[in-house]
């Protein structure tokens, strides 16, 4: 089984100021075809949660462009480059390269 | 574009069995598993399997295995997920999705959600 390991567990972030979660594999969730089977949730409060990045670094369809995801061998980083007081919420890293799929511990993001 | 529709909240009994409907519309129902995830209260996401709705073949996490069935009916383009001799821990809202795995390369797609409320 595939770990997936968040940090950090609380993120306190200023409203336009950047911020960034990281997500770290125990093995590649690179397939041959070349893209990493990462992706990235968020869950308001109340809400189910919704996609952001899909496949590493794909932007879901409707989101903000101030969120981005980047890859580097099994480091994964989700970065909001303005936060944004719509953004607080608990953030998720998945994989699907393998079963069972798995998640992260979800990083909560709350505004200071 | 991608929907997945749920069935709605259940209330049940220790012991009694719960199944969840989800259906699906545009994109063709038998060429994409269809995987179910869920999500206690408090708790992170946590995968229980999946079904190939073109086969009907399954794969269920370990933890499930023995009390989850996952089915499908083709015809109205709609997948089935039960679970057996629920106890309070399987209190927890359930999704059904559509994902990016083995090669494949789309946008995922979730369900609403299923609150499923286990208490005597």
Redesign the interface.
């Known amino acids: 089984e595939i770990a997936m390991t968040q940090s950090p567990l609380s993120l306190p972030v200023t409203p336009g100021e950047p911020a960034s979660i990281s997500c770290r594999s125990s093995q590649s969730l690179q397939?041959?075809?070349g893209?990493n089977?990462l992706?990235w949730?968020l869950q308001k409060p109340g809400q189910?949660?919704q996609?952001l990045i899909?496949?590493g670094s794909?932007r879901?369809?409707g989101v903000p462009d101030r969120f981005s995801g980047s890859e580097s061998g099994t480091d994964f980083t989700l970065k909001i480059s303005r936060v944004e007081a719509e953004d607080v919420g608990v953030y998720?890293c998945?994989q699907?390269?393998q079963?069972?799929?798995?998640?992260?511990?979800?990083t909560q993001v709350e505004i200071k | 574009q991608v929907q997945l529709v749920q069935s709605g909240a259940e209330v049940k009994k220790p012991g009694a069995s719960v199944k969840v409907s989800c259906k699906a519309s545009g994109y063709t129902f038998t060429g994409y598993y269809m995987?179910w995830v869920r999500?206690a209260p408090g708790q992170?996401?946590?995968?229980m399997g999946?079904i190939n709705p073109n086969s009907g073949g399954t794969?269920y996490?370990?933890q499930f295995q023995g009390r989850v069935t996952m089915t499908r009916d083709t015809s109205i383009t709609t997948g089935y997920m039960e679970l057996s001799r629920l106890t309070s821990d399987d209190t927890a809202?359930y999704?059904c999705a559509r994902?990016?795995?083995?090669?494949l390369?789309l946008?995922?797609?979730?369900g609403?959600?299923t609150l499923v409320t286990v208490s005597s």
């Open positions: 397939h041959n075809n893209y089977y992706d949730y189910s949660p996609l899909y496949l794909n879901a369809s998720y998945m699907t390269l079963t069972p799929h798995t998640f992260g511990g979800g | 995987h999500q992170g996401p946590e995968w999946r794969k996490a370990q809202v999704y994902l990016s795995h083995g090669g390369i946008q995922p797609a979730w609403q959600g």
